[in-house]
């Protein structure tokens, strides 16, 4: 495929987008792409070309702000603990460095995660979750039998009772 933007050279970057149904694709030279992107990693100029209309192409971050890949100059704010990340460098790199820099971030990331993904919050599959026993008196009925065997009949009377007092009020 040719750059779009050139019609010379072979494209290797390409941006696709769907919005509503609507797909916009941008495929670039390696020349092309680096005289339409003005920073890095940011691209904060990236597809800076007329072959697009819509805003979003012209800046794809501007509908975030800069807030997140802002220079490292900034104040250095907080810090997480599990892996010792800066708030600078979250928002030099747009990286998070563990799993627990969504939790000493999340002032930072979860406006960016929601504008991103629609929510904050996982609302895929999950995985299945081990059976759990669900009738407690089977439970207290395996506890005697292990009471009863290692002599404990003290815990055994008190396992009895409650065994007694559990099957009452589902009877009852």
Known sequence: MLCVHCGKNQATTFYK?????????????PECAAELTGQTPAFGSLFNSSFWNDDFFKNPFSTWGNSLFASPKQAIGGR??????????????????????YNSFSDILLPYIKKLHGAAAHVGTAPKQVEQNTNPIDDLKTRLTEAVKSENYEEAAKLRDEIRRQEGKQNG
């Open 17 to 29: 987008e769907n919005t509503n149904g609507q797909v916009k694709e941008l495929a670039l030279c």
């Open 80 to 101: 997480c603990s599990t892996c010792g990340m800066t708030e600078s460098e979250l928002r030099r790199t747009g990286r998070a460095g563990c799993g627990d820099c």
